[in-house]
């Protein structure tokens, strides 16, 4: 089974540039997750899709992130315009029976982001 | 004060010494809890998943969750080099949601 896809692995921007990542999770999974991960702190969920629906972006800091899922598959996460403390690692993750009691969250590797 | 609080460490061990990895929390809603083990430049992998209190194992691993203290630990038997990595806690307050909290994660090294 092919695990969750993301690209670029890393990226170096300046402040005030914009930056775009791209995931594609695990073939049929309905739910799909971005996550932020800055060095030394545990994930932080940033918005949750539920095929292209979106059901948890409360903490997605809207003035300058968006995220898209059409079809239902893939999504990209966008930053416009990126600060300093949007350096960090950004996780995709999927899983496939939404939000059930035993549901597994499968990560991809990630996007390093660093923003000078 | 953070919901979930780790201890970061680093914490060094022998190989096949015994390690004791913990979580405390604030919010008394959490109801299901998990172990991710993260590997260096890589996304969490999940280890364990339990539901309110009690003690489950698989293999070498062992958690345990105590509810009347907020507290949470996974145990890993005959510590192997393989297992050197972040461990991080995480926990959610209902089924219906998909918003896990993490831990802020625990660096742990086996050496040989």
């Known amino acids: 089974e092919a695990g969750v896809a993301q690209s670029p692995r890393y990226k170096i921007i300046e402040k005030r540039q914009s930056v775009a990542f791209w995931c594609n999770p695990i073939s049929g999974h309905a739910t799909l997750y971005w996550y932020q991960q800055i060095l030394g702190q545990g ?4 918005i949750q899709f539920q095929n292209n629906g979106v059901v948890d ?19 990209t996460l966008k930053i416009q315009p990126a600060k300093l403390e949007d350096s960090a690692v950004y996780l995709c993750a999927s899983s496939s029976r939404g ?6 969250l499968f990560f991809g590797s990630g996007t390093q982001l660093s923003v000078l | 004060q953070k919901e979930v609080e780790q201890d970061p460490g680093p914490l060094s061990v022998p190989e096949g ?31 364990m998943y339990t539901y309110s209190s009690g003690n489950k194992e698989d293999g070498r691993f ?7 203290s907020k507290y949470i630990s996974l145990f890993i038997r005959d510590s192997q080099p393989s297992d050197s990595a972040t461990y991080l806690c995480a926990m959610k307050i209902s089924s219906n949601t998909g918003k896990l909290i993490f831990g802020q994660g625990t660096t742990l090294q086996v050496k040989p």
């Not at chain 1, 994930?43 to 940033?46: D, H, N, R």
């Not at chain 1, 939000?99 to 597994?104: D, H, L, R």
């Not at chain 2, 390690?19 to 996304?43: D, E, H, I, P």
């Open chain 1, 43 to 46: 994930p932080k969920l940033l």
């Open chain 2, 62 to 68: 062992t958690a345990q969750v105590d509810k009347s």
């Open chain 2, 17 to 47: 010494a015994i390690v004791s990895l913990n979580c405390t929390y604030s919010n008394s809603a959490f109801q299901y809890f998990m172990w991710y083990r993260q590997y260096s430049r890589k996304g969490p992998e999940l280890l």
């Open chain 1, 99 to 104: 939000t059930a009691t035993n549901e597994k």
């Open chain 1, 57 to 75: 972006d409360s903490q997605l800091p809207k003035d300058r992130f968006s995220a898209e899922r059409l079809k239902g598959v893939d999504s």
